[in-house]
């Protein structure tokens, strides 16, 4: 589990960007992911109601299931393209608003105002802006982190969920040596030293 070739590799928020722009999307997944289906139970551990976080959303679709079942979701997402496409594609009406707290920051909520998707960098939130969460599906988040940001996010993670909260987590196994990411690969021995 050598990660040394992917160790020093940025990827610009200007990148994911275009990459927006450019439809260069294959990581979104149309029909949902098949491990949120499976693992549903452990996410919600019988619980209604909660409060849901999508880190580095993008315009997932499970945001919209998620608030079907009654939860309220909140995600942060760099392109405000891919977050005008979710509410578009899923035919919400929503309404955009400035987040006092964060500079340049735009909140965009739906009109029934139980899915708020910020648009701004992940390292500008904290628990003081979006409150603490019950559950976190992290997908294509953790793993398109840099590398060199990953204890960071880690540790922002860790600061906005509940004592009581349920984590799922998504990583990708593969040789690192082979694909320059992202996704990039994150070992299990990694993860349990960012987590613990
Ligand atoms: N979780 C989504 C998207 C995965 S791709 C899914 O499952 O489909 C990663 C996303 O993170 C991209 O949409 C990118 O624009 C966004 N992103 C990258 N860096 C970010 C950051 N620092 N803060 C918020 N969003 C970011």
């Known amino acids: 589990s050598d990660i040394g070739s992917q160790k020093e590799?940025?990827?610009?928020?200007?990148e994911w960007l275009q990459k927006w722009e450019m439809g260069n999307i294959g990581f979104h997944k149309e029909q949902g992911h098949?491990?949120?289906?499976?693992?549903?139970?452990?996410?919600?551990?019988?619980?209604?109601?909660?409060r849901i976080f999508f880190p580095l959303c993008g315009k997932a679709v499970e945001m919209k299931w998620l608030a079907d079942m009654g939860h309220s979701v909140v995600g942060v997402e760099v392109s405000e393209q891919a977050i005008k496409?979710?509410?578009?594609?899923?035919?919400?009406p929503y309404c955009e608003e400035p987040v006092p707290e964060i500079s340049g920051a735009k909140m965009?909520?739906?009109?029934s105002g139980n899915?708020?998707?910020?648009?701004?960098?992940i390292y500008d939130l904290s628990s003081s802006i979006?409150?603490?969460?019950?559950?976190?599906?992290?997908?294509?988040?953790?793993?398109?982190?840099?590398p060199c940001d990953r204890q960071r996010y880690a540790s922002l993670m860790i600061s906005l969920v509940e004592k009581n909260s349920s984590y799922l987590l998504v990583t990708v196994s593969y040789d690192p040596n082979?694909?320059?990411?992202?996704?990039?690969y994150v070992p299990e021995s990694e993860v349990q030293s960012l987590f613990g």
Not at 9 to 14: D, I, K
Not at 85 to 92: G, I, M, N, V
Request: hydrophobic share 40%; glycine share 10%; net charge neutral.
């Open 9 to 14: 590799r940025v990827v610009t928020e200007e």
């Open 108 to 111: 965009f909520q739906s009109t």
């Open 130 to 146: 979006v409150g603490k969460f019950d559950g976190v599906w992290d997908r294509g988040a953790l793993v398109a982190v840099n």
């Open 178 to 184: 082979k694909h320059k990411g992202p996704p990039f």
């Open 34 to 50: 098949p491990l949120l289906q499976k693992y549903l139970d452990v996410l919600l551990n019988g619980r209604s109601g909660l």
């Open 85 to 92: 496409e979710f509410f578009s594609e899923h035919s919400l």
């Open 115 to 121: 899915i708020s998707l910020y648009c701004c960098s």
